[in-house]
């Protein structure tokens, strides 16, 4: 019952490493995703001193997703996608994360640095991101996922999925096309510190909807307990 979609996969970085996905979501899954989201959102919030919480850093909407057969079938995907040895325990509950217009995520890192939320129960950092575009209204300008310290590559065949008229040295700016997704490594190989070279923001729509879905695989296995109330994190 869970077919794959035949993606493709471009590398567009070795360090940090980060390989763009085409065709990753089915058109079926993407509706899917939308329509059982509808309902949920709810103000994005972002890690704090005391917890998570609301900010103008990032003022998108935020859900989870109930766990369905469809929902199962992207993790299934999103899991054999980083080999035989990342185990499902890993994986945080899929993220979905809408923006309207003006809406953003300023820049920041998917790694934690604060401690408190890295700890074995939450099975330390996060390791793997996808960021993957559920949904893009055709009137959507900006919206874009800009990675400011990463260098831009140079054929023009990537024009389709990153803007190239930006400025020479000042990063890549992903563009949001539906269906497709970044994958990227969080910590330096073998040292399990975070990357800053990863940092990215979700720059503001400036027109349209544009919905992202997070998948976010940790370092270790998520204890029950935390997964019980619904993961390590809602930021
Ligand atoms: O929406 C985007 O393009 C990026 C979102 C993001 O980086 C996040 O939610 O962590
Ligand atoms: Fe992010």
């Known amino acids: ?21 085409q065709n990753f979501l089915t058109k079926n899954e993407r509706s899917h995703l939308k329509e ?39 993790e299934q995907r999103a899991m054999e996608f980083q080999g035989f040895d990342t185990k499902e ?14 809406e953003h995520y300023d820049y920041h890192t998917d790694w934690l640095a604060d401690p408190q939320y890295t700890t074995s129960f939450n099975g330390g950092n996060r390791m793997t991101s996808f960021l993957v575009y559920v949904y893009v209204s055709n009137d959507t300008t ?45 910590l330096i190989p073998g040292t399990g510190r975070g ?18 879905m997070n998948i976010w695989t940790r370092q270790a296995g998520i204890s029950d307990e935390v997964r019980k109330e619904g993961g390590p994190l809602d930021f």
């Open 89 to 102: 325990s890993q994986l945080e509950p899929l993220q979905l994360v809408k923006y309207g217009p003006g």
């Open 142 to 186: 900006g919206g874009g996922t800009g990675f400011p310290l990463v260098d831009a590559p140079r054929d023009e065949r990537w024009c389709g999925f990153v803007e190239c008229d930006e400025p020479f040295g000042s990063g890549v700016v992903f563009r949001p096309v539906e269906g497709n997704a970044i994958f990227w490594e969080n």
């Open 1 to 21: 019952e869970c077919t794959h979609p035949s993606f493709k996969a471009y590398k567009l970085s070795s360090s940090p490493l980060i390989i763009y996905l």
């Open 36 to 74: 059982i989201s509808k309902p949920r959102f709810r103000r994005s919030v972002v890690a704090s001193d005391e917890g998570a919480k609301q900010s103008r850093i990032r003022t998108s909407q935020s859900t989870d997703l109930p766990r369905d057969e469809i929902v199962k079938c992207i």
């Open 195 to 212: 990357d800053g070279r990863t940092e990215h923001a979700g720059l503001p729509v400036t027109s349209g909807e544009k919905i992202g």
